[in-house]
């Protein structure tokens, strides 16, 4: 098994975990309305970080050095409160670096660079390791919204297989021109706060965010939060609608809970996008797993669409979540709007079950769900 020993997210929420947390429980949210948002005609509604957040942060971790990208930057700020935490030589050859964005420093295009090595995925990951004098090969994953889920799932697998001893797993995306342009063009978009799950909803809000969790194969039964089992399924129904009856969804879904009492799951933490075909898939992949009476939450309504940030940011947030014995409730959600009958939280309430599941989809008809459980919980 693999433990998470540290993490930490930065979001407009705050730049702890811990603090996110505690906002996300008392019904804050990020989201706000902007007109006219990169020049983008009509009202947007998205969660972005203030960059004044990100200076207060700055100059603990790369000084007066302001080569760095505003993405970038994020990147490091996260991952050096993470491996702080977490006591690690983060220099070590047996710590690797997992870095999970979908578009990276995308927005250099908005400002007519395209000649920048900046631009390339692989050389922001090199970038983060290089920065912890770390020479360990980092690995990219960009899978379009299963991107952070993929990176955990693909970094405790090489724990498990005892290629390294630590994992620094990093998800991270800022909203850019380009990135809005192309969710308008899908007509995607909400011009007012999201609604998952809704009979009301009408769209996604994007949202920016970094988060980092730091990983290590637990030691024993009795370690602490713990990644139990994860699973990735692409079913390649379409380039961007996913399958009508959840095929990979499900399939990743009954892949990690083969021999698990459902009895024992807190809840299970959807990607909840809050568009029309997004809810209905995940209904359809939950209704076919035999988890209608299980508590299904989602955190779009706290943090928009956080994109490559937020399989890893999603995961904290319901590590403390269950650690609080509590279900957060689904921000924006009133009145059930899916064809299948799923517990959606409408309010937050206790619990005292060990277990949750992340389940998240993404363009491509990729899936992926993890099991995670607290620690101490037989």
Do not use: W
Not at 11 to 35: F, M, R
Not at 224 to 232: A, L, Q
């Amino acid at each position: 098994m693999v433990e998470i020993i540290s993490d930490n997210i930065i979001s407009p929420l705050g730049t702890t975990s811990e603090g996110n947390y505690l906002s996300v429980k008392a019904g804050c949210t990020g989201i706000q309305t902007y007109d006219s948002l990169f020049g983008i005609d009509g009202k947007i509604s998205c969660s972005m970080i203030d960059d004044a957040l990100i200076f207060s942060e700055l100059n603990d971790v790369v000084g007066a050095d302001d080569h760095y990208t505003r993405l970038e930057k994020l990147a490091l700020i996260s991952a050096t409160k993470a491996i702080r935490n977490a006591m690690i030589d983060a220099s070590s050859p047996d710590v690797k670096f997992y870095l999970s964005t979908t578009k990276g420093n995308v927005g250099l295009l908005d400002d007519g660079i395209n000649d920048s090595p900046k631009i390339y995925l692989h050389n922001t990951a090199r970038l983060i390791a290089n920065h912890f004098c770390n020479q360990t090969t980092p690995l990219t994953i960009s899978n379009a919204c299963i991107s952070g889920l993929n990176a955990i799932i693909t970094a405790s697998r090489e724990l498990e297989a005892g290629r390294i001893k630590y994992a620094v797993v990093t998800g991270v995306d800022v909203i850019s021109k380009f990135a809005l342009a192309g969710f308008t063009c899908l007509k995607s978009l909400s011009p007012k706060p999201c609604r998952p799950f809704d009979i009301d909803r009408n769209g996604l809000n994007l949202g920016e965010a970094v988060a980092t969790v730091v990983l290590k194969k637990s030691d024993g039964e009795d370690g602490g939060f713990r990644f139990i089992k994860g699973s990735i399924r692409n079913d390649a129904y379409h380039i961007s609608s996913p399958s009508r009856t959840a095929e990979g969804s499900f399939n990743a879904l009954n892949d990690i809970l083969q021999g698990i009492d459902k009895e024992k799951i807190a809840f299970v933490n959807a990607h909840g996008t809050a568009t029309f075909f997004n809810d209905e898939m995940e209904s359809v992949a939950i209704d076919r797993m035999g988890l209608n009476n299980t508590p299904v939450n989602a955190y779009k309504g706290y943090f928009g669409h956080t994109l490559g940030a937020a399989g890893v940011l999603e995961t904290i947030i319901s590590k403390y979540a269950i650690l609080d014995n509590t279900v957060i409730k689904t921000l924006g959600y009133e009145q059930l709007g899916t064809s299948r009958k799923i517990n959606v939280a409408a309010e937050n309430f206790g619990t005292d079950k060990e277990y949750f599941v992340k389940l998240i989809s993404g363009f491509g008809g990729v899936n992926a769900a993890a099991l995670f459980k607290k620690g101490g919980a037989r």
